[in-house]
């Protein structure tokens, strides 16, 4: 059960928010799009990478599952040991007991000397915490980006979850425990934190950073019972948790819908005209003003009925009297309603007739019930919220994998690192250092992030291939249909699947969409060309044809970043699973994937006339209008990119490769692409050579022109195919005289 001093403190904090007309829950939402390191997921949305070192995750395990033994030895089994014989505390520990002590009064006093006072215990956790908040408060300072409730969020998360993997013995107990003990001594180091950063601070931006901290902090995270979101409002053992009885729940949540949020003060009496509604009634208010005079008298015998619901009834029921001790209790606390009604009560005659119905009017019940159904909706989002943070060592190789699932066997685990858990935290030093994720350390000196950027964004590649697939038919005959199950589609699929950034949105025999950073769809496409290419010249080798006197099937490839993604997925009975992922990129690649046989013939016509060839496969061409203004003509049978998706390239490409831009004028040019027919502009070309990749071909760009994409003029650029016999000549001829 949950302390009754929670409810008025959590309602000092709902209320302003409410006030306002906001909603508590909204504080609980991360703006990721404000975070200057994010990546893009396969649903459009967009999502934190980040990485926990090992060394925390062994300090939340270990820790929780100390609690979880000491919760065992000194409550199941009543264990009694001499306070010399426990650890020694300091002034800090002792306040910790102290604050816990006076908000259950019946927890054992060992086992919380001993867990606040272990080194590996609520001392351990603490720093985790403390070290995890101060981090987030100075990258929030130092990017101008909300960094103070993303970190909150997580490391809520991070907790819930181990409480979650602990295992199932004495759960009532442990239960109990963790909610009282872990959840109680997380809202006091917050508010110990928060009066140190936020002391005399007034100003509305901390204001909203303070409460971004402590609303998402609820009962809910701290329980190792943990319903799905949906079931959370309904779910009984949580509703008792809160002190209420799950029937009357639902019954209060009907009459707040008929009298109204201003009037919830005669909810009360509405439920107690029903027998059972104030019976149900009257033992909620009972149960949590009994925990309310445990706290106010230090007399932790009460517990004894809060926590046991028969012999509440008893007690009630006038079918027992508490013991001597509890009866003087009650004498010396008369001004609690609780103690004046029970002294009446238990007397019983003429005094327990005038004891009145104080459960009607005592509003102990109704700011649970209002404590509890906000929580709920707050638990809810703050779930919701967790989802923005992407575990990317979960991902990344089997030994993180290991590691990640280590925290439910953790339990009796010696103190020595494996030698996988050095390995993983050295490969996410390595990650955090490249700027790849944002990463949970013990020094609270190191930033979240090393401050080097990632490409933000997803651009969109459309590749069609009907024609090439038409060719392929042509060629493969009878075994057409074997080709495209055996080699082609299983061919694309490794492919893509090789770059785990990179999301498949559309596929079908007309070609496909990808989705990702724009270096991860270049990576893509260059490498499913090239394979494309040799599925090629493998077919004509088994058909002993010649490839080179063959015509190359056409392959048409654009790629594009322009405004920002929107995504909705269905779920149908009969058509199943639907999803669409939509950007203004989408428009212009199908736009610059255009491929017509007309004006196939009419570009080889002005080009063939002057004996010329065209020096790559995007070629655009002006062609006068009716009004003398030229039209560009585009026919895409090779990889284009829009200037956009370029200038991202090359932007996240500028720490990483050398990159040149070149312009050769016509002696340049001489004996070396005496051949080609140049672009209507001119040759302009960017070379982009990767460091450390100096064996590897470097990517050759040259601007085609500017044809109108989907209503829209637009540069366009041509990544050459290394292979072409053009690019052979720029690469082994021009590169190296070209300045």
């Known amino acids: 059960m949950i302390s009754p001093d929670y409810f008025s403190f959590r309602w000092s904090w709902y209320s302003p928010v409410l006030n306002r007309q906001e909603q508590p829950a909204e504080r609980c939402a991360i703006e990721v799009r404000r975070l200057p390191i994010r990546v893009s997921g396969r649903d459009a949305g967009e999502y934190i990478p980040y990485a926990v070192h090992p060394e925390i995750k062994k300090t939340i395990s270990a820790s929780l599952?100390?609690?979880?033994?000491?919760?065992?030895?000194?409550?199941?089994?009543?264990?009694?040991?001499?306070?010399?014989?426990?650890?020694?505390?300091?002034?800090?520990?002792?306040?910790?007991?102290?604050?816990?002590r006076k908000q259950n009064p019946h927890l054992s006093r060992d086992m919380l000397h001993h867990w606040c006072a272990d080194p590996k215990g609520a001392t351990a956790l603490l720093k985790v915490c403390e070290v995890l908040w101060e981090q987030g408060w100075k990258q929030d300072q130092m990017d101008a980006a909300p960094w103070v409730p993303a970190v909150n969020v997580l490391l809520l998360k991070m907790i819930r979850h181990g409480i979650a993997s602990l295992s199932s013995e004495e759960?009532?107990?442990?239960?109990?425990v963790m909610l009282c003990v872990v959840g109680g001594l997380y809202v006091w180091a917050l508010q110990a934190f928060l009066k140190r950063y936020l002391e005399g601070v007034v100003e509305v931006s901390r204001i909203a950073s303070y409460e971004s901290m402590m609303l998402p902090v609820t009962p809910m995270v701290f329980l190792h019972h943990q319903p799905e979101s949906n079931l959370l409002s309904d779910d009984s053992r949580l509703i008792r948790y809160y002190g209420l009885e799950p029937e009357i729940v639902p019954q209060l949540r009907y009459l707040r819908g008929k009298v109204g949020f201003k009037n919830e003060g005669g909810m009360l009496a509405l439920l107690g005209k029903d027998k059972l509604g104030e019976h149900l009634l009257r033992r909620s208010w009972a149960r949590l003003s009994l925990w309310k005079l445990a706290m106010k008298s230090g007399h932790g015998a009460w517990m004894r009925w809060v926590l046991d619901a028969k012999l509440l009834d008893k007690l009630l029921a006038g079918q027992m009297q508490p013991d001597a001790a509890s009866m003087e209790n009650l004498k010396t606390h008369v001004d609690e309603?609780?103690?004046?009604?029970?002294?009446?009560?238990?007397?019983?005659?003429?005094?327990?007739?005038?004891?009145?119905?104080?459960?009607?009017?005592?509003?102990?019940?109704?700011?649970?019930?209002?404590?509890?159904?906000?929580?709920?909706?707050?638990?809810?989002?703050?779930?919701?919220?967790?989802?923005?943070?992407?575990?990317?060592?979960?991902?990344?190789?089997?030994?993180?994998?290991?590691?990640?699932?280590?925290?439910?066997?953790?339990?009796?685990?010696?103190g020595l690192r494996s030698t996988a858990n050095v390995q993983l935290a050295h490969d996410l030093e390595q990650a955090w250092q490249d700027g790849e994720l944002v990463l949970i350390q013990p020094d609270a000196g190191k930033a979240l992030h090393s401050g080097k950027a990632l490409s933000l964004r997803h651009g969109c590649m459309r590749i069609e291939w009907s024609e090439f697939l038409a060719g392929m038919h042509a060629i493969s005959g009878p075994s057409a249909a074997e080709f495209l199950d055996k080699?082609?589609?299983?061919?694309?699929?490794?492919?893509?699947?090789?770059?785990?950034?990179?999301?498949?949105?559309?596929?079908?025999?007309?070609?496909?969409?990808?989705?990702?950073?724009?270096?991860?769809?270049?990576?893509?496409?260059?490498?499913?060309?090239k394979s494309l290419h040799h599925l090629y010249d493998e077919l004509c080798e088994q058909r002993a044809l010649d490839a080179d006197t063959l015509v190359y099937p056409p392959l048409s490839i654009c790629m594009d970043m322009t405004g920002e993604w929107i995504f909705s997925e269905q779920q149908h009975a009969r058509l199943g699973s639907q999803r669409i992922a939509f950007s203004l990129a989408v428009t212009q690649v199908d736009a610059g994937v255009c491929r017509d046989s007309n004006v196939e013939r009419l570009m080889k016509t002005c080009v063939g006339k002057y004996g010329l060839k065209p020096i790559g496969g995007v070629n655009v061409e002006p062609v006068p209008g009716n009004d003398g203004v030229k039209v560009q003509l585009l026919h895409n049978t090779g990889f284009a990119m829009t200037s956009s998706a370029m200038k991202e390239l090359t932007s996240v490409l500028s720490s990483r490769a050398e990159i040149r831009e070149l312009r050769p004028d016509h002696r340049d040019l001489a004996s070396i692409l005496d051949e080609y027919q140049f672009p209507a502009g001119g040759l302009d070309l960017l070379v982009i050579q990767r460091h450390g990749e100096k064996e590897q071909e470097p990517w050759v760009l040259m601007k085609a022109g500017k044809p109108c994409l989907a209503g829209v003029d637009v540069d366009l650029f041509e990544l050459l195919d290394e292979d072409a016999a053009a690019t052979r000549q720029i690469v082994d001829h021009g590169l190296a005289h070209w300045v």
């Open 65 to 100: 599952h100390r609690l979880q033994d000491y919760a065992i030895r000194y409550m199941v089994r009543g264990e009694k040991v001499s306070a010399h014989s426990l650890p020694g505390m300091d002034e800090r520990m002792r306040s910790m007991v102290a604050h816990l």
């Open 171 to 176: 759960s009532g107990t442990s239960n109990h």
């Open 487 to 529: 080699k082609f589609l299983p061919n694309l699929l490794s492919v893509v699947n090789a770059n785990e950034s990179i999301f498949l949105d559309e596929c079908s025999a007309s070609g496909c969409l990808l989705r990702g950073s724009v270096l991860a769809l270049t990576e893509t496409g260059v490498l499913l060309r």
């Open 337 to 414: 309603p609780v103690a004046a009604w029970l002294l009446a009560h238990l007397s019983g005659g003429r005094a327990a007739k005038n004891a009145g119905e104080p459960w009607l009017r005592d509003n102990i019940t109704l700011l649970a019930f209002r404590v509890f159904d906000e929580d709920v909706r707050v638990e809810i989002a703050r779930r919701e919220a967790e989802k923005s943070w992407i575990d990317k060592a979960v991902h990344s190789a089997p030994a993180r994998s290991s590691i990640q699932g280590g925290s439910s066997t953790a339990r009796g685990v010696g």
